[in-house]
């Protein structure tokens, strides 16, 4: 292995096969291709607008990918994104806590839920697609019986600053989702944290008796998880100033699409945040594209399905045959 | 491979153990919640409205059985919901254009098998995770229907198309066919080597390859299998009905994909087998239909479900982890 | 170890049960929402005219002056397809044809999510169409694009489900609610008898039309068929197996004591409509709900379902194109009491700024071939 690994180093550059660099290769192609096409496509306005709209879905992705380099998943983000949603309007209107309590409140609510099963899956061995896809119905069951499906609206001006205002001309939201991606970039990459999760998802077995805490790790990624499904729930209600039950129906699988697409592997063991952020924009500028260039929903859905497959095809077969 | 050796251990085992598989306490829970709310509400026994809860849901508990392969051999299949959608639809639209009903039942299961085999294929010799192929799949099927068709439901379907309503020795079709796929696959993966197969390359396809098994061809096979479970399904779900809406069911992959793994089906591949599936699509149905018998407030069905399907699942992870716990010992 | 966790989760799941079978005993039905009602007169009166509203829409930013020149417009509904937003893209379609200088086209999420709507939304104003239409998923989360689609000088007109009024110009309403809600109570106390009790089965309990028609028939029905008995109401997404299997459980559950389903949608009712005809329930249980036409034929035709309520969603699509044009030529201005609407003549403004389609209309065995969507 070692021997193959000093053949590469000789014929190509490491970072040059790295599936992320190839991806964001296809990136810039399919970029300037319909950059071509539609000249409202390639503007500062449009780009920044569209990290706007993939801000949830991002901050859902950062902890995904270290979920998913561990081995494990987790179906529930989209449910507790609705809960924590019903919790920010509930505990606001009903308990009368003030707005910033109760912003503090729902996240707490998102963290706990994914504390929760952090907890059965460390302690019950339940395994994590088993587990939150029971807790994918139970959180989105306990926001319709909560809500009693209704909605809190009316939030003051400033609580919109967050999911529509702007800083420095930037959406406020995508700050916060990049402060996080270098934050959760440098976690993966450079601490102690990080390569314990990649021990974590090659060989579990061999962590343990390399002394790793797995469970506690486990359970620290499960509940950032909850925390980021709450905050991308806060970000969610400021940009459309309403709360619903059905918040964040399906993210799970954009989450996991974006993270799957971005070279992490499903079996554990690889990935990088980086490949998780080129696959959330991939999806997000090539869904925006094909629309400015007057492709309908329907295709544009069907074009996403052969891009995910397609991009993962060649960029495995390209990195393979390097090797 | 803890696969293989409970079915080489299988025959010794005592009845008492067997009774405390998975299929049996599935069995009993289903058996139980129905006693229980029979005491709350005795209409719930009523032998129409269990045949009714059957009926309803067996394309359910008959497109879980393919699901269950696909992830017994250690893969996963986010598609199926919008492959039936899509079946249905072909399946009606020829019904509709004058085919031969015969025709119209057989399109959806030859292209069933079709489409997942193709999807197999790129998984075992592309080496593509299944997630990402069938994510893929999904939305390409998903998008590609309502290109097609417009969304334009299918009505006035012919009379004789309806196999649904049908009914063989006085057992109404859906139900006589969710026993007879359910008992079908159970005995082919259990005495049969390609049955047995499914298994040794779930638990460890490299030990699998050297056992003379080769994954690549099982996994195609796996998903060619799943497909012809997801075109039976088709029939059942599309010709119950006298409209086809042309679109894909909502959260069908996530109904049968939890049908599954609460059947049994460990979602690392490798354990498990369709009689669980089953019961767990039975069961799955029976506490939606018992929550509206016993008067939960409609806006809290949702979480009791969900409360019970997690109760369920950690009770079953107990007993394994005990069992496993008494193997070392032994 | 294994008993404990058994036991804690059964036990959790039992007490939230529990906790919910108690929160049952609630004064509304269920599936409604807690806006005020206003219940129309008893009886086959006219309905009195409200008092007039002073305009409350919207009004875009400087918009191009563009009158009677050709414009491009996208129609985005809740979702695309099912048959009720084919019939209202088809009126759409035909209104652009009409009129000649409207290029119209629908597109929209496959499902109704509303933030996959407000992406559809959002790429549209991008690529710089001179005309929104939309049926909303969520009144008040579509409103900052919508506003923001005004801010650029986009016009906007809603049809189907309303934004709030600031967000639009203008908003095509099929019918009010409460006329609606009339229809539909007076429809099932002819059926089934003043003195019986019926169901509901509906898509989800945060739709706002569904909910807001659902409070509206508790208001009628409380003022004007005092003794018809609410039973319960039961959710059944837009999927049609789901629909038919609540329907079929309602029909178990209840026995003789069940009169009448009220289906609250397009699938709901064929699908409660087919439950009933599968229990051999027909002319014992009334069906009566919203529904299109080639759906329901069958049980119309076997006499299973005598009415069904509608408004026509292709003429609800062309009210809406004339509508849109109307606000773009500079015809239709805030203050304006009516509007000319092609084949349909002259619509009025009701409620500020809403223009009103008409009543409901009902399907019945004598007219209902005529219908193909």
Redesign the interface.
Known sequence: MSALAERNARRAPKWLTRHETLLALILIVALIGLGEFNSRFLTVENLLNQGRLMTEIGLIALPMTFIIITGGIDLSVGAIVGLSAVMLGYSWKNFGFPLPLAIVFALAVGGLAGFVNGFVITRVKVPPLIMTIATLALYRGLAEGISQARSVRGYPEWFYVLGQGEVFGVPTQLLILIVLIVIAGVALDRTTFGRSLYAIGSNETAARYSALDVDRTKLVIYTLSGLASGLAAIVLVSRVTTTRMDMGMGYELDAIAAVVLGGTSIFGGAGTIWGTVIGLVMIQLLKNGLALTGVKGDATIVVIGVALILSVLIASSLQRRRE | MSALSVTAAAPRASLLRRLASQEALLALAVIGLAIAVGFVNPRFLAYRNLADILLGNAYIAIAAIGMSMVIISGNIDISVGALIGVLATVSGSLAVAGAPILVCWLVPLVLGVVIMAAQGAVVAYLRIPAIVVTLGMMSILKGGLISVTGGKWITDLPQGFHLADLSLFGAPMPVVIMVAATALAALWMRWSPSGRAIYATGGNAEAARLCGVNPQRTVVMVFAIHGLFAGIATLVYATQLRVIQSTTPPGLELTVITASVVGGVSILGGVGTVVGSTLAAILIAEITSALVFIDVSPYWTDAVRGALILATVVADIQRRRRRAERGVRV | ??AR??LS??A??IA??A???G??AASKW??G??LPTSALECGTGAAAAAAPMKYDGGQPTNPPALAGKEITVVDVPKL????Y??ATSKGIQDAAKELGNVKA?T?????A???EQ???I???I???VNGILFAAN?P?????VLKKALSKGIHVVGYDANSTPDAREWFVNQSPFNGIAKAMVDAMAKETGEDAGFAIVTS???TPNQ?RWIAEMQAYAAKCHPKLKWL????A?????LS???A???I??H?DKLKGIFGMTS?AT??SA?AVTK?GQCGKIAVVGLA?P??M???VHSECVKSVVLWNPIDLGYAAGYVLRAAVDGKLKPGDTSVEAGKLGKLNVINGSEILLGAPFIYDKGNIDKFDF
């Open positions: 170890m294994k966790y058994l989760g059964t959790a799941a939230l049960a906790f919910a079978t929160a049952n269920d599936g929402d807690e695309i397809g099912i048959g937003f084919n086209k597109d929209g999420p496959t499902e999510k509303i933030d407000i992406k559809f959002d790429n549209y991008t690529s710089g969520d008040v989360a579509i409103a900052p989800t309990f945060t909910a319960e109401t039961v959710e997404q837009e999927d049609n197996n038919f299997n609540q079929t459980t309602l178990n559950k026995g699938v064929p699908a087919e229990a299109t080639n759906a034929k069958p049980y």
